[in-house]
């Protein structure tokens, strides 16, 4: 039986302001200004929700916020990061073109939770197809009262403005998102210091993806004991997946964490696979997660099952693969493309990642062309991922060995 894909976010989608606020949109920030509900207090619901950041890492929301500090004099920043990179995902790009009112209360919430009078959206050059209709959502909520100086006559006043990214995967990771946003190249930080404390030009900040804030209304209209009843205990709430590959229907749809398998989203929402297409495995988390075979399918989607297997839900990016008829060398082409984005994207900064992803490229050319095993291929990769590994400023180089070395164990037969 198909399981629901209008759960919680997906049910308050609206493109039409009035037709949001007519299905109770708004009624979140109304509550916290006209209850006098302290920053600190929705820092709680949110810790209460379990809701744990939808862009890649999966760090818990309510406690990244509770490392702004509360100095109310110091300046403050929120982001919102619309720089959704990775192949195969789009699903931050629905919440922009179909829920922009929902994001932008969620940005507001959030804004008042940590003290910020000014939020940025950081879209990427990819989406500038969406910016007037973003910059009309802001024109109109402000138009309403909920934005700007004194929001419905209270003490607290927000403004939320949009920064163009200039086409850079990188700068989807937060740090080298504030370097650019500073005008400097975009190359990650090193950490410490977190962006908590020192963030966009050197005030405390707060960079939560777009999925993430717009949950944010929706904890705080149903309290965050509650929302953490959907899903399961370490991964609560829903997920929205961008579903792609070789399935006939592809899209994006919400699930519950840890109530759907991925052999469920394949057939119950994907309609299953294309005609003629052999099934051969899973990519569960975009291009940074290392794949399931067809055998691995019967797993729960959510943070810890996924771990567990030694991939992760990541961008939300589901993509299927196999190959057609008897074409088994698609296989290897998957796998080059996704180094090929590697390598192409790689900033530059940290050796292991610069030299690293090419030297992975140069190993799949040889398993190509025949001049070493796959075996061989899995054996010098391995090596160089213990050059990599936990030795670069952001996890680009680290994935890109760790999904090349799983890609060739688990399909060495079909590959050889």
Known sequence: MKKSEFLLIKKKYSDNIDDYIEKGGFSSLRKILSDHISPEEIIEEVKKSGLRGRGGAGFYTGLKWSFVPRDRSIKKFLICNADEGEPGTFKDRDILLYA????????IIASYAIGAE??????????????????????????KGFLGEKILKSDFSHRIKIFMGAGAYICGEETALLESMEGKKGFPRLKPPYPATFGLFGYPT?????????????IVEMGGENYAKIGIPKSTGTRLIALSGIVKKKGVYEVEHGKVTLKEIINDFGNGVKEGYHLLGV???????????????DISYDFESLAEKGTMTGSGAVIVFGYKEDKKGELLKILESIVHFFK??????????RE?????????????NKEILVRDGVEMISSLNSKIKGLCACPLGESCALVSEAFLKKFEDILK
């Open 100 to 107: 922009p009112y929902l994001l932008i209360e969620g940005m």
């Open 118 to 143: 000014v939020s940025y959206i950081y879209l990427r050059k990819e989406y500038k197809w969406l910016l007037n209709r973003l910059e009309k959502a802001i024109g109109e909520v402000q138009e």
């Open 206 to 218: 707060v960079v939560n993806n777009v999925e993430t804030l717009a949950n944010i209304p929706i």
């Open 283 to 297: 990519i569960p988390g975009g291009v940074s997660a290392p794949p399931l075979t067809y055998d691995e399918l």
């Open 344 to 353: 192409d994207e790689s900033c530059g900064k940290c050796t292991p990642c």
């Open 356 to 368: 690293g992803t090419w030297a992975i490229y140069g190993i799949l050319e040889k398993i190509k």
